[in-house]
C-alpha cells in the first residue's frame, strides 16, 4: 500500500520561509517522477516543482528563486523548501510520487 504523508505547512509572515516534507512508504522512491504541487479553493491544481525520473527538476516561474525542491532517498522523502513567500503562495500543497498523492498541507502566507 503506497502512502506519501506531508508534513510542515502552517502560518507564515510574508518574507518568511517553510519546508514541506513528504514521506513515502510503499513505492520504490528514487525511479519514478516526483513533485510539489498546490491548489486554491475553486481553482485548478498546478504544478510547483517537479522532479522527473532522470532527476531533471522544473519550477513554475512563479517560485523560481524563492522555491527549492530536494529528496532524500535513503529515508524515501521529499522537501521542498520555501523561501521569500508572498501571500499569494497560500494553498494546499500536495506531494506527488507516480501517480500517488499525498493528503495535502495547508500553506497560509499572512501578516
Known amino acids: 500500500q503506497v502512502q506519501l504523508v506531508e508534513s510542515g505547512g502552517g502560518l507564515v509572515q510574508p518574507g518568511g520561509s517553510l519546508r514541506l516534507s513528504c514521506a513515502a512508504s510503499g513505492v520504490t522512491f528514487n525511479i519514478y517522477p516526483m513533485g510539489w504541487y498546490r491548489q486554491a479553493p475553486g481553482k485548478q491544481r498546478e504544478f510547483v516543482a517537479t522532479?522527473?525520473?532522470?532527476?531533471?527538476?522544473n519550477y513554475a516561474d512563479s517560485v523560481k528563486g524563492r522555491f527549492t525542491f530536494s529528496r532524500d532517498n535513503a529515508k524515501n522523502t521529499m522537501y521542498l523548501q520555501m523561501n521569500s513567500l508572498k501571500p499569494e503562495d497560500t494553498d494546499v500543497y500536495y506531494c506527488r510520487v507516480w501517480m500517488y498523492w499525498g493528503q495535502g498541507t495547508q500553506v497560509t502566507v499572512s501578516s
Open positions: 522532479v522527473t525520473s532522470s532527476s531533471s527538476t
